[in-house]
Structures are given as C-alpha cells and as structure tokens.
C-alpha cells in the first residue's frame, strides 16, 4: 500500500503520423520514420500515475545459480548482507573408509563468477554445520527461516584468488569438523539419504568491509575435501570428496531492509536486489484515457532515467524488469515480453536510461476495465546479484499516436 501518492509531471511527446496511404487498415500499424512525423511536446501536469518505492516482502531464493556471500554499509541503502545455507552430497556411493580414518586437512573451495563493490574486503568468515532438514523440491524465500547451527568457529584460514583464469574462494575449515563427518563411519555414508539424515548441510556468513561475492556452486572448482589417512594407508593421503552444485538443495539468505529515508523519501526512485526495494506504479486509466480520445496507438514506452553520480562508488543493475500484478495479487510478466522477447521489450540500461516497450499492455489496461491497472519495476536477477539503482522520480512516458 502506498505511504503517499505521489503526482509526477511527465511529457508526452506525441507523434502525428503524415501519410499518403489511402488504406485505413494500415492506419496505426505501421510507425513512420522520425522524418514524418509532427513533434508536439506538452509539458503541462496532471494525475496520469502515483509511485511509490517499497521494500520487497520476499524473494524466492532457492537453488539459485550464485550463492551470495559478503557484506556491504551502503551510506544510502543501508546495510546489506547476503550468507546461504546448503547441502553437501557425496560424490560417491558406498564410501569405505578403512580402519581408524584420521583426518590430515579440509578444504571448502567456490569458484566465483563475480563481484560487486570491492574484492579483496573480507574480513572473517563463519562455516557452520546446521541441524535443520533442507529438501530440495521445496521453495525457500529470504526470510522463511533460521535455522540452528553448531555457533563453532570451523574455519582455520581462507585467502580469495584475483585470477581472472581461476577465481577462488579457498577455505580450510578446521580438522574436528572433518572428523565429525569421518566419525559417521562407512554405513551412514553409503549414499545421500543416509548421510543427510545424519549431516543436514553448513551455512556460511562472512563478516566484510564492502564485498559481495557471486559463488558458482555448480563449477568444477567447487567442492569439499577431506583429506585423511587410515591404518592401511597410513603414508598416503585419501579423501572424501563432496559436491555442492547439482542436486544439492542452497538458499541464499538476505537480512531485512527497511530504510525510513528511503520508503519516505518521495524525490528519487529507490531498486535493490536480495528483497532490498522496488517501486510500485499505479496508472490513471481515465486520465490518460480522456488525453488520447480519437488516437490510434502505435507505441508506448515508458523510460526511468538514472540518478546522476549515483554510481560513483555501486554500479546500476544492467536490466530492470518491470511487471504487472494480476487479478490474484501475483506479479506477472507483460504481454510485450512474453509475445515479443526481451529484445522487444526492453529494459537494459542504455545511455543512462531503461526503456520498455509496453504497447500491448497500454492496450490492454485501457480496453479492458477489468485489466489491471498496477505495476511493478524490480530488479532483474535480484536472488543472484547485489546491485542497487538510484532513478529520478520523473518517469517518461512516449505516446506515439495517430489522429482518427
């Protein structure tokens, strides 16, 4: 629900389409080149939406492509944290042990695709073993839980590579969390079913200065070794190798965000990924009604341009996405992206400014009473990214039209 309604001025810069095509039908069909066209500019206000940014109650966060581990104090956004929980499963079926396996070292070790902010900013890491089942046909969101964990300090050190052929997360985890796991013993590691009755995942928090890390749970890089010997083998080193990608159930978890300067502030436009903030639009169908009476539609875009130096210290998403809410309360996808593709539809952040192509929507909304009239813009990605958007409060909206 909106705190405040807010009346933003816009211009409409209309388009009259000069053609000497006698056929009727292929009136509003075809968009003539900007060489034929009449540009009337009007810059006068009145009531055609009211915006209001919000926080994102949830966000689906289950087995997500990255796990998003680290910390960021943003002097606008306020803090940001992002940690996960996930399984571990045996790479191997019927694992043997031998007699008196001893552990020799344990290493946690995530290929990352990216960043966001800084690198190289972490300051601590926590690995913890967790005692809640995960199950990985289930839907998770940011804020479904909180799961108990062992509260050990796990990890004996950890170093982040800055290779761009090989980019790594590398922790050794201490030597009694291995041997907790070597302890179960070859009967409870003779497949997942068993071993997770038994060991139900870790949860991994870190303490930065201003890091996100984006970790590929599914490269080859990523995975957990226990390194071991055994009386059998009491010079060589063995080990027991877990995956953490595939089946493994992971879900990234954010912490809450409710900044009051910026659900109150009511002169920029406010869009956060991992469930931080979106903006809520509302459409007056009659007032745009009553300004386009006896024009044909050719196209609608409406543009969000960004706030100058705001990306001075945060880059700006790459794409937004902007949705409707149906007749159930659920955000959906707009008729000019499922029948015209992402191409078509637009979103990408291009000279500034993210731009959409909602003409069939605009149809849509003002044919039919009952379509609905509410939309959303969102960050595209917003479980598997940390970025965040500062828009200018005007939002543009191009008509192009022809007269009856």
Not at 79 to 97: C, H, K, P, R, V
Not at 134 to 142: A, F, G, M, Q
Request: charged fraction near 20%.
């Amino acid at each position: 629900m909106f705190k405040e309604d807010i009346c933003l001025n816009f211009i409409i810069i209309f388009f009259i389409i000069i053609s000497s095509c006698t056929d009727p039908n292929t009136i509003g069909i075809n968009v003539q080149p900007p060489s034929d066209n009449i540009i009337i500019s009007d810059t006068s206000s009145f009531n055609w939406q009211s915006s209001q940014t919000e926080s994102e109650d949830s966000l689906r966060t289950d087995n997500a492509l990255n796990l998003i581990l680290g910390e960021i104090n943003d002097p606008v956004f306020g803090l940001n944290i992002g940690s996960f929980y996930t399984q571990i499963l045996l790479a191997e079926n019927n694992i043997d042990l031998g007699n008196n396996p001893i552990v020799d070292s344990v290493i946690l070790s995530y290929s990352y695709t990216g960043s966001y902010a800084s690198l190289n900013q972490f300051n601590s890491l926590q690995v913890n073993q967790i005692y809640e089942d995960l199950y990985k046909d289930s839907t998770y969101y940011n804020n479904s839980f909180d799961i108990p964990t062992d509260n050990m300090d796990n990890v004996e050190d950890f170093y982040i590579t800055n290779d761009i052929n090989n980019p790594l997360l590398r922790i050794r985890l201490k030597n009694n969390f291995g041997q907790n796991i070597l302890d179960l013993g070859s009967d409870l590691l003779k497949d997942n079913e068993t071993f997770l009755q038994e060991f139900k995942g870790i949860s991994i928090l870190a303490s930065a200065e201003n890091s996100m890390l984006y970790l590929n749970p599914n490269a080859a890089d990523s995975y957990l070794k226990i390194y071991y010997h055994n009386d059998e083998n009491i010079s060589d080193t063995l080990s027991l190798d877990f995956e953490l990608g595939g089946d493994a159930c992971r879900i990234n978890i954010f912490n809450e965000k409710n900044v009051n300067s910026i659900l109150e502030d009511n002169s920029k436009i406010y869009i956060q990924s991992m469930a931080g903030y979106k903006l809520k639009i509302l459409l007056d169908k009659q007032s745009i009604k009553s300004l386009l009476d006896g024009k044909i539609i050719n196209k609608v875009n409406m543009m969000f341009e960004v706030e100058d130096g705001s990306q001075a210290e945060y880059e700006a998403h790459e794409k937004l996405v902007l949705v409707r809410v149906n007749d159930q309360g659920d955000n959906i996808f707009l008729e000019d992206y499922i029948k015209g593709g992402e191409t078509y539809f637009g979103g990408d952040l291009q000279d500034g400014k993210y731009t959409f192509n909602i003409t069939k929507y605009f149809f849509q909304m003002l044919n039919n009473e009952l379509y609905t009239n509410e939309l959303y813009l969102l960050s595209a990605g917003a479980a598997v990214n940390a970025n965040r958007t500062i828009l200018n409060k005007e939002i543009q909206f191009n008509i192009n039209y022809s007269d009856l």
